[in-house]
């Protein structure tokens, strides 16, 4: 702690100054910077003294009011909407793909029903539309498709 005041006490003219300062005698240690500025271009350069590359673009897009997502999400949303075949679970509406969530991890239609707030008649068409959509003969279907595709653990 004694280093840590001793740097910004020689640089509190700057935070820029105390920032690059701090990196080079801890690199890994975390910063918290304060500021009175509002300008975007200034936390920029505070990002670029501290932060990777990955982060600095983002928040650069962000600040412009653009959106930003990351090369793997690209990649992976480029593969999904390139692929011609769907798998079973997203054949599902979003409230049948919670339920179905619900049975692979093993709770009762009485307990999905009281988590999400809705009949325990209603957990049972869904689980109905379950079967007919997914080709599906029982709860150990279910279970095991889920565990497959990694939608639980």
């Given at each position: 702690m004694k280093l840590l005041f001793s740097i910004f006490q020689c640089s509190a003219k700057n935070g820029l100054v105390a920032l690059k300062e701090l990196k080079?005698?801890?690199p890994k240690l975390p910063v918290l910077m304060l500021s009175i500025y509002s300008e975007g271009q200034y936390a920029v350069r505070v990002l670029q003294a501290s932060a990777s590359?990955?982060?600095v673009k983002t928040v650069?897009?962000?600040?412009l009011g653009q959106k930003y997502i990351t090369t793997s999400l690209a990649e992976k949303l480029a593969d999904f909407s390139t692929r011609g075949d769907k798998l079973a679970h997203e054949n599902l509406s979003i409230r049948e793909f919670e339920v179905f969530k619900m049975i692979a991890s093993g709770k009762t239609f009485k307990e999905i029903a009281e988590e999400l707030?809705?009949?325990v008649k209603t957990v049972s068409t869904s689980n109905t539309k379950i079967y007919e959509k997914m080709n599906f003969e029982s709860r150990s279907d279910i279970i095991s498709y889920a565990?497959?595709?990694k939608l639980i653990e």
């Open positions: 080079i005698v801890k590359e990955e982060l650069e897009k962000i600040y707030l809705i009949s565990i497959k595709n």
